[in-house]
């Protein structure tokens, strides 16, 4: 279940079950995307990207989804499995410059 | 590839002095690279965006003078913490984008450094 609130919102999840990770984003103009996951005391991982004129990019055992009516990126993972626990951050993109404006992220726990 | 570097991993200093934290590209070349700031359990927040050969460009709210950062080459950018006080205790993380042709809108991380002021 997910829970927020003070704490980071949580996705809890079986090992083996597949997981869906969801993110609102703010600008209508963002044009690019990035999901990154965060191990803790460690920097944030690059796991995939995805342009605004794309709904859907899948990489290994990852799908990142885009719906930009409703401006929502989701990232689903596949067979989870105990070393995807972590943060989970969405990242996007306006315009020309570089800088990413970063979601509050989701903490996925996988149960073994 | 795309491989970023920081360090130290971790520092603890006293009040007052200051701490410097290096930010390398080892597998590329960045124009560009980014100082983050972290809380527990909170969202990265950018402090600067660090140019080769110019001025860092600061966000709002962040004091240029406290947190110095030189970008001599399009390997190396340097986060200095001036007279350091506890409330600057904190995890900074760096990142780079490769440069023009390459995947200039991805930024790659650093491991991160955890700053702790006593």
């Known amino acids: 279940g997910e829970s927020v609130g003070l704490h980071l919102p949580t996705l809890s999840v079986q090992e083996g079950d597949n997981s869906i990770i969801n993110c609102a984003y703010s600008?209508?103009?963002?044009?690019?995307f990035i999901w990154y996951k965060q191990e803790s005391g460690k920097g944030p991982q690059f796991i995939i990207d995805i342009r605004s004129n794309m709904d859907k990019r899948q990489g290994q055992r990852v799908t990142v989804l885009l719906n930009k009516t409703v401006k929502h990126l989701s990232l689903q993972i596949a067979a989870t499995q105990p070393g995807d626990s972590a943060v989970y951050f969405c990242?996007?993109?306006?315009?020309?410059?570089?800088?990413?404006?970063f979601g509050t992220g989701t903490l996925l726990a996988v149960q073994p | 590839g795309a491989v970023v570097s920081q360090h130290p991993s971790r520092v603890i200093c006293k009040s007052g002095t200051s701490v410097k934290i290096e930010c390398r590209s080892l597998d590329f070349q960045a124009t560009t690279m980014f100082w983050y700031r972290q809380f527990p359990k909170k969202s990265l927040m950018l402090m600067a965006t660090?140019?080769?050969?110019?001025?860092?460009?600061?966000e709002q709210g962040v004091e240029k003078d406290k947190f110095l950062i030189n970008h001599a080459s399009l390997t190396l950018s340097t986060l200095t913490v001036t007279s350091a006080h506890p409330e600057d205790s904190s995890f900074y993380i760096c990142?780079?984008?490769?440069?023009?042709?390459?995947?200039?809108?991805?930024?790659?991380f650093g491991p991160g450094t955890r700053l702790l002021v006593l």
């Open positions: 990242a996007e993109k306006t315009g020309a410059t570089n800088k990413l404006i």
């Open positions: 990142s780079a984008s490769p440069p023009l042709g390459g995947r200039q809108e991805t930024q790659y």
């Open positions: 660090s140019n080769e050969g110019s001025k860092a460009t600061y």
């Open positions: 600008n209508s103009a963002s044009d690019y």
